[in-house]
């Protein structure tokens, strides 16, 4: 297609519009390929895509191209297309058909035309018809769906969107709403292991040192999800998650490692200070490497005043342990410590 873009161009000075349907499922490789062509004005690339292009499209694709986003369709326009069915389809139009719950249909589609339109179908060959005339309930409906009609797309904007509300309900102190997320993402058929190894890094990330014993529950949650499976898998991450929800927050471990990670980004590689450095060999051991080290065993309470970081940011502080739930215990011993440092 490209060769002959080319060619279009060369020749008679033609540009080529390529439409790719579910551009989503072309690999990285077959996006890269494409790049190029684009670049040179080879093409004109219309991707169409169900998925949401941060996560789907190549970030060099993706930023040569203007996204224009479709947004679900409203109640009234999915209202629209129920009539229009009614009244046109080649099947149904010969009908007389009432649907006593149009809501319940509505619910189900979730903004989703085709989706509207393929349970119409189903419920309407499944409907009793009496002469030409057909009735459509809600007993109907849930017949035709085999349960409550809920949808959750698992790797659309719904799947992050829904994660995102989870975290953010575990993270903010709220057990009920981090009930309520958790159960949309399961009756939506979300992989249980997803839910939990996300729990997992909030225990680190949001809690902390506020609650140390929150990452051990995430973590055995989550091998415990791993063993026993759905659907019993919901009440484990179900404890998990309130319990989380419901512990002192800190991110104070979090912030102090990105605090870290920025100054080695910004000084470099600092020389570790000689009487930290690892002395294998006698010529280290001449060169003083670990000879001023001082051994905190040896020293009251287990501490000794010594200077841990490279000389250029020795008095840096990364980690500023917060004051809730057992950090604050941390926090104090810390202060502590740092007084006796001034006093000598």
Avoid at 185 to 210: C, K, Q
Avoid at 308 to 328: A, T
Wanted: one cysteine or more.
């Amino acid at each position: 297609i490209i060769d002959k873009a080319r060619e279009q161009i060369s020749y008679y000075n033609k540009h080529t519009i390529l439409f790719i349907d579910e551009i989503h499922r072309f690999n990285k490789a077959q996006q890269d390929a494409l790049l190029h062509a684009v670049e040179e004005g080879l093409i004109v690339l219309i991707g169409a895509t169900t998925e949401n292009p941060s996560f789907e499209v190549i970030s060099p694709l993706l930023s040569r191209c203007q996204l224009l986003k479709l947004e679900m369709l409203t109640v009234d326009d999915l209202s629209k297309i129920i009539k229009r069915a009614i009244k046109k389809d080649v099947l149904l139009k010969q009908y007389t058909i009432q649907i006593k719950n149009e809501e319940a249909l509505l619910l189900y589609s979730s903004g989703d035309a085709r989706k509207l339109l393929n349970i119409l179908e189903i419920t309407f060959h499944l409907a009793e018809k009496v002469g030409k005339k057909c009735v459509i309930d809600k007993d109907l409906i849930k017949k035709a769906l085999e349960q409550n009609p809920l949808y959750y797309d698992k790797k659309g904007d719904y799947h992050y969107d829904t994660i995102s509300a989870f975290i953010k309900s575990v993270r903010g102190s709220d057990p009920d709403a981090a009930a309520y997320w958790l159960a949309r993402m399961l009756e939506g058929g979300e992989d249980p292991t997803f839910i939990a190894r996300r729990l997992i890094v909030l225990a680190s990330e949001d809690i902390g040192n506020a609650e140390p014993y929150a990452l051990s529950l995430a973590n055995a949650g989550f091998e415990a999800v791993k063993n026993i499976g759905m659907p019993e898998a919901r009440i484990i991450l179900s404890q998990v998650a309130t319990y989380l929800a419901s512990v002192p927050k800190s991110n104070a471990a979090y912030l102090a490692v990105d605090a870290a990670v920025a100054e080695v980004r910004k000084s470099g590689l600092l020389p570790v200070p000689l009487h930290l450095r690892n002395a294998p060999t006698q010529l280290m051991k001449k060169l003083d490497y670990g000879s001023d080290y001082k051994y905190p065993h040896d020293y009251e309470d287990h501490f000794i005043e010594q200077v841990y970081l490279p000389e250029k940011i020795k008095n840096k502080i990364f980690y500023e342990p917060s004051e809730n739930g057992r950090e604050s215990k941390l926090k104090s011993y810390l202060t502590n410590l740092k007084s006796r440092k001034r006093e000598k």
